[in-house]
């Protein structure tokens, strides 16, 4: 039977469908589930193909429930593909200013001031905006420096930034499983950098040093013009 070009348009869809699902998933902790489910379906397909039987009962009776635990189990990486679908192409975001956060940033290295700041993109970040006090206020060095300033309130918490606005601050960031050695705002910052494409930058409160937290990724630290150059990249500032 001869190949039409609904075969060869069939073909190709899928192929781009398989394509884009791995770039979605490639460097997430769901790449790790892909590969178990994978492993797990070749298993099941051998011991059915060689009869098998009582451990291709068990598998094929296991997958029912494997599905729905791996639902709950990874219902962060399922709802970050799903906003990651939802957002589409990247748009440019809302002009931040750029100066005004990095002099923000070195004041709070050098005085030691422990700090989680996320630059909200694509993904909206209102619900953890609620979290905390909404201000609405115009970015500032000060401004930021006053509210990670440890006799205040609001200093344990993350801000978030929505273009060249402070849009809330002591908010709650979700805290990532993965354990890296280091203190509760770099698991926050990794957290919430894992359910959105948010890029939240963290100031160690014992060294000073500054890293980013972006796709479910902490950078080591990062000197000012590092950042600078990241920021532009990132955010076309």
Same mark, same amino acid.
């Given at each position: 039977?001869?190949?039409?070009? @609904? ?12 394509? %884009? ?7 997430? @902790? =769901? ?8 492993? %797990? ?76 700041? =996320? ?8 619900? %953890? ?19 990670? %300033? ?79 150059? @990241? ?7």
């Amino acid at each position: 039977m001869p190949i039409t070009w @609904r075969d060869l348009l069939d073909i190709l869809l899928v192929a781009v469908l398989f394509y %884009y699902l791995w770039r979605l998933i490639a460097g997430t @902790r =769901a790449l790790n589930l892909v590969r178990g489910v994978l492993i %797990y379906l070749v298993v099941w397909f051998l011991a059915d193909r060689l009869g098998l039987s009582t451990l291709a009962w068990l598998l094929g009776n296991a997958a029912t429930l494997g599905a729905f635990a791996l639902i709950v189990v990874f219902q962060p990486e399922l709802r970050g593909l799903l906003e990651r679908l939802g957002r589409g192409q990247q748009l440019r975001p809302p002009a931040l200013s750029l100066e005004e956060l990095l002099f923000a940033l070195r004041r709070l290295s050098e005085k030691r001031y422990g700090a989680l700041i =996320a630059l909200e993109r694509r993904t909206p970040l209102g619900e %953890y905006a609620a979290t905390g006090e909404l201000l609405e206020a115009r970015l500032s060095a000060r401004l930021l420096e006053t509210l990670f %300033y440890a006799g205040t309130p609001l200093h344990d918490g993350g801000v978030i930034l929505r273009g060249d606005r402070v849009l809330a601050a002591g908010c709650v960031f979700p805290l990532s499983e993965v354990r890296l050695g280091l203190g509760t705002r770099h698991r926050a910052a990794l957290g919430l950098s894992e359910v959105s494409d948010a890029l939240v930058i963290v100031v160690s409160e014992e060294t000073g040093a500054i890293r980013v937290a972006e796709g479910g990724r902490l950078s080591p630290p990062q000197s000012l013009e590092a950042l600078r150059r @990241r920021l532009k990249e990132v955010l076309g500032a």
